[in-house]
């Protein structure tokens, strides 16, 4: 009887851990394969020519400009430790003081053009600017808030004649629009009552009106940069937000949007609940880079990067470490050559003109650039492992391979592996291309590049070109038995 029992026992656990293992396992499945409304529609890069042009650019400019400029971080001679263009969230400056700035934005230095040329000069092939920041004033004049440049004492459009002067250098535009606005009443954090929903409702249909506003006026935008969408409010819109950037998407076709826009129907953001991106490039990399090529997960991406450590709007007493030229070349050398772009931060000041500092670093990489662009715009990952001496980039169409130099060896050799049955046809610098420097092969596919003597003030560039001819080292290299 007991024996009975017992067997019958054995056969109800065995039964029981079936179960349990079935599901274990239905459930593990069922975790990558969500059934997602609103998650990403598209596994893969684009390929269309939109893109691949936003994929080649390599270098960009950001713009913070807002009513922040004029406080630049300070009020009533104290002075705010956050980011400039958040003063209005501190205690320090009272709320209707910071909204009644509107009455003061007389921007007599402000010149478009001059805005242009200086990012042209410094190589960026394109620029995102803020036409509405947290705060909610408009740099356009927006029909459905009367909290923008139109009724200033400045009075006119900001946004047309930037997009208009920075296109005509040849520089495409990216619109930022922050979803967050402290400015509109209707405007909430969280959804907690009947009363919020109604609100935000209302505010809804009043950002959708300013997006469609706006590419309706800007219609040579390429795409739109979105911020201020982390509340809980906002990550609760996943139907919302997928039918608006579909409505977006339809009127300006090719249109680019990050994926900081929506959230899933899970109020997963970036990454839906299945860990596909949403949106066509990722656009978590904000003041920090990846550092190595798996951390992007082969998806597009850029990084946006300030001068200081975290002041994006003008402040007037920048702090801590400011970054140079040749650190700010370095991040972009790195972030095309792990496929992504770079985009360096300015923030002009309440008067329109943008600072001395910020104009000697773009002068400074735009001098470097006028080199050595040829390894930056329309090149990515090379494919190859990284070495010390800094940062191998491909261009993607003519497949030529770059060195770009931030470490100088002491031996003068630089190290270059290749993938197996590849050899090096020539090397040279990019700035001397007559002159081939001398290599020599040190383990298979494995090279030494010897450049004596290199004086090491500027980052420089070494062109690389390989051959697929193979060849082979018969017994020169024997495995060590160990
Ligand atoms: C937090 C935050 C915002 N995101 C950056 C791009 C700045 O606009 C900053 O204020």
Redesign the pocket.
Known sequence: MKQLLNKKILLLSILLLNVVVTSAQNSSEAKNTIELKHGSHRIGKRTDTVMKKWRGYGLGQ?I?WGLYAIPGGEWNGKTYNG?A??IRSWDGMPKSTYDSLIYRFNPTQFNAVAWAITAKEMGARYVTI?TK??DGFCLWPSKYTKYTVANSPYKKDIIGPLVKAYNAEGIDVIL?F?IMDWNNPNWRYDIKTEADSLAFEKFKTFTRNQLIELLTLYPTAKGL?F??TWDKAWVKQAAFADELETEMRKLRPGLIIGSRFRADEYGKRHFDSNGAMMGDYEQGW?RKIPNKIDDVHGNDWDC?MTVPE?Q??YNKAWKGHIKTVNELIEMTAKCVSLGGNFVL?FGPKGDGSIRQEELDLAKGIGSWMKVNSEAIYNCGYAGLEKQDWGFFTKNTKTNKLYMLVFNVPLSGDYRVKLPARTDIAKAYLLTTSSSALRTEEIHPNEYFIHLKNEPGKKPFVIVLESTSAAKGSGNVYEKAKT
């Open positions: 950001f913070h980011a263009e958040w803020t920041h947290h930022y922050s940069w911020d201020g904000e946006v975290n994006w709007g931060n």
